[in-house]
Structures are given as C-alpha cells and as structure tokens.
C-alpha cells in the first residue's frame, strides 16, 4: 500500500470506534485465548520477553498487563547525564523550537501553543528552547521515565483526533501530534520549566501517570486542567511517571539556554530508556 493512500485511509477510518474496541479487547481476561494473542503479538514484533520482571507470557491475565510489563531489575541503568531519554523508541524529530514552531516533518511543523492545548503563556516558556519526538513502537517497553529531576506544576488533558503515529502518518498528516488527544504533563526542574506530552493514536486504548492513574477514557470533549501544589508530585531522574495502554509518542520541551543534546541524538536513531540525552549548558 502507498504512504498516500495509506495516509488517506487514516482520515476515513472509524479511528474512535477502532480505539474504543481495542481498549475494551486489550482488558479482557481470556485465560487460553489471552495468551495465544500476547505469544503471537511478541513473535509477530519480536518482543524482548527475557527484559521482562516476568517472562513468561502465561503469566499475564490481559493484553494491558503485558503490555505495559516492568522491566527486570538492572535492564536499563541510568546513565551519569543530566537528562536521560525517558522512553524506549526512536527519535521521530529533535533539535531547537524555533519561536513557536516544532518541526515534524518536511514540510510539517506545528506551535507549541496548540500542542499544549492552546495556552499561549504556557508556551510562551519554551520559546526558542528545545524539543524531541520520540517514538514507541509495539515492541518496545511502554512505561515512561522521567528525564531529569522534577516537580509536577499541572496536567492538562487535550481532547483531539486518533490518527496513528508514525513515520509516515508525521509526513502526511499536518499539525499530528497536536491534533491527537494528548495528556500533558508539566514540571519544574531546577532550571525552570519543562513538559512530557503524551500523544494518543489510533487503537492507543488508554493513558496513565502514576499520581493521576488511568486518564483516559473516559475521553471528554473539552480541555481539562489540574494544577498541583508545589511538592505535592515530585519524581526523580529515572522514575515511572506514566504510561501507554498501546503505543504512541512522547513530546518533550525545554526552556531556551538548557541543554545540550548529545550529538548522537538524531532522527530515526533507536533509543533505551536510561541512556544520555544531553548535557546542561553552561
């Protein structure tokens, strides 16, 4: 199938109804049937199961616990780098936000102002500062680690559209990631302000953070905001913070004059939770 056509397809296809049923299939305990699906799914991607805290796939009652599986202990050492890639993936896009603008793809970029739901002071911190899209695929591990120290300030969900994530969906569809439903998560480092945006796609039946627990669904028609006191979430390096019932993107921003991305860290380069992302400028 062409990358056109399969970029048509996305705009006809029943994308809520597709994710609503896969959420609710993704739950179900089917004893037998459950694990004939999770054995197919890690043949058909080629699912590591010896990183797994529990490799044995009849081990897991419903889809959703395999899928969002930990990790064995000792599987992803942080590295000594003052911000750490917080997912496994690969890099979709990274590099410095030009004002207002994220690069997506060639002849794609979006504003943070409506990748953040529309708040223009919000955005307005990031300006010119750095951004990274990276994506996971149905292989990888799907809970997401925090990047660097922070204290949560608010979480803003983002009600949107269900286009699946991909390379080729970011070369054909405009303005994606800030037209999906999103979650927003909104931190304050000891450098100022930073955000993990949690991009939803189609069949990603669910989003979760660790201090909220499952935000969607329900999925509402109207943007929601929770602000947090000061110290009331704080997480360290390296911690949970969240996760996908599904695959998806993350979106993260940094504030001008911050870091440094490592020169390894270009588009379509795998990545591992844990390792080196950047250094803190000078």
């Given at each position: 199938?062409?990358?056109?056509?399969?970029?048509?397809?996305?705009?006809?296809?029943?994308?809520?109804?597709?994710?609503?049923?896969?959420g609710r299939l993704a739950g179900l305990r089917g004893g037998r049937a459950t694990t004939a699906v999770i054995r197919w799914f890690v043949r058909r991607y080629?699912?590591?199961?010896?990183?797994?805290a529990q490799p044995d796939v009849a081990a897991y009652p419903s889809f959703n616990d395999f899928f969002t599986r930990p990790l064995a202990a000792?599987?992803?050492?942080?590295?000594?780098?003052?911000?750490?890639?917080?997912?496994?993936g690969a890099i979709?896009?990274?590099g410095p936000i030009e004002r207002d603008q994220i690069y997506q793809a060639k002849g794609h970029a979006y504003s943070a102002t409506a990748l953040l739901g529309g708040d223009r002071r919000l955005a307005a911190q990031f300006e010119d500062g750095d951004f990274a899209t990276l994506y996971l695929s149905p292989r990888d591990y799907h809970r997401i680690h925090m990047p660097c120290d922070g204290r949560l300030r608010q979480m803003i969900y983002v009600p949107g559209a269900l286009f699946s994530v991909n390379p080729a969906t970011a070369r054909g569809v405009p303005?994606?990631?800030?037209?999906n439903e999103r979650v927003v998560c909104v931190f304050e480092g000891d450098f100022g302000p930073f955000a993990l945006v949690l991009v939803g796609a189609t069949i990603v039946g669910s989003m979760a953070t660790v201090w909220h627990g499952v935000v969607n669904p329900?999925?509402?028609?109207?943007?929601?905001?929770?602000?947090y006191a000061d110290g009331e979430v704080a997480l360290q390096k390296g911690a949970e913070m969240g996760r996908f019932l599904l695959g998806s993107t993350v979106v993260m921003l940094f504030p001008k004059g911050v870091l440094h991305m490592n020169s390894d860290w270009r588009p379509e380069r795998t990545i591992r939770m844990g390792e080196a992302m950047a250094r803190r400028r000078a």
């Open positions: 199938m062409s990358e056109r056509l399969t970029v048509a397809l996305q705009y006809l296809l029943p994308k809520r109804a597709l994710t609503e049923l896969a080629g699912v590591n199961m010896a990183e797994a000792g599987a992803r050492p942080l590295a000594d780098a003052a911000f750490l890639s917080p997912v496994d979709s896009q990274c303005g994606l990631f800030a037209r329900p999925r509402r028609p109207d943007i929601e905001k929770r602000a």
